[in-house]
């Protein structure tokens, strides 16, 4: 791919990360000033940063949805479950998500017993086992 092509399609997979992560709000004219942003990057960071962005969205995409498929999570439960795989607390996500507390640690039960996990670490080892 090309360095113009590359730049160009940064925005689009910017707002395509940002649809799978409901913490990060992004509406057009956040993604047009992005936009602007990557238009001063160097030709070569411009493909590193593309390449790094796709191969990410590739791997996790595939990962929860094999998981999601697999033990039966709701939409909820892989939003909490992609916030813990960030490295954020059940208690940051209640707040990212605007939920409470007590649905973040419903969730996570819920996580728990549809994986079969004995905690949080292991449904951690489960997801990238997958």
């Known amino acids: 791919m090309s360095e113009e092509e590359a730049r160009a399609r940064l925005?689009?997979?910017?707002?395509?990360?940002?649809?799978?992560?409901?913490?990060?709000?992004?509406?057009?004219?956040?993604?047009?000033?992005?936009?602007?942003?990557?238009?001063?990057?160097?030709?070569?960071?411009?493909?590193?940063?593309?390449?790094?962005?796709?191969?990410?969205?590739?791997?996790?995409?595939?990962?929860?949805?094999?998981?999601?498929?697999?033990?039966?999570?709701?939409?909820?439960?892989?939003?909490?479950?992609?916030?813990?795989v960030e490295g954020r607390t059940v208690v940051e996500h209640a707040g990212l998500a605007g939920i409470s507390i007590n649905t973040a640690r419903t969730h996570m039960r819920r996580l728990l017993d549809k994986s079969g996990a004995a905690n949080q670490l292991d449904l951690l080892r489960k997801f990238f086992e997958t």
């Open 11 to 84: 925005p689009s997979l910017v707002r395509e990360m940002a649809q799978s992560c409901p913490e990060i709000d992004l509406d057009d004219s956040r993604i047009t000033r992005l936009g602007k942003i990557f238009d001063q990057l160097s030709p070569t960071l411009v493909r590193q940063v593309h390449n790094r962005m796709q191969a990410e969205m590739s791997i996790s995409g595939d990962k929860m949805g094999m998981f999601v498929e697999r033990y039966g999570i709701s939409a909820a439960e892989a939003r909490l479950l992609a916030t813990l």
